[in-house]
């Protein structure tokens, strides 16, 4: 009798919007949340993208036009943006086979240089990995009630 491979973990998944700049301690808990799927040895590819927020943005009042940037400010739709960004992680980790997926998103003032945004995927393969984590940050940007407005320099 053969006997049946054993059942894959749970998937480990974390969404939150946090107030303010994502600071290295929010990103290193996100971190020890998923590396568990890391170290598991089923998952073969971890990656990470941070969001930062740039030194210049395009002034749509202007033409699209470049200008310098002091900082952005997040603006959320609360409590339904929380619930977005919930149902995407999950909705992505099950269409793409992912061990573990966190996203961090900031809500308020985030200055030039500093992270607004951390997604972590966890997967057996990287192809899934990179799939997953495309996915994740377009679908984002429509589907969650987030809105960055800019505070020029």
Known sequence: MM????????????????????TPQAEA?????????????????VLRFEGVVRRNEADQDRGGALRPLAALNYQTYDPMA??????????????????SIAALHSRGRVRVGEVSFVLI??????AEAIAGLTEFIDQMKQDVPIWKRPVWA
């Open 3 to 22: 006997k049946a491979p054993p059942a894959a973990p749970p998937l480990s998944l974390r969404a939150a919007i946090v107030n303010g700049p994502l």
């Open 29 to 45: 808990d996100v971190l020890s949340l998923v590396s568990g799927a890391g170290g598991s040895g089923l998952a073969g590819a």
């Open 82 to 99: 929380q619930r977005e960004l919930e149902s995407l992680a999950r909705g992505v980790a099950e269409r793409h086979g992912l061990r």
């Open 121 to 126: 995927v966890t997967a057996a393969h990287r």
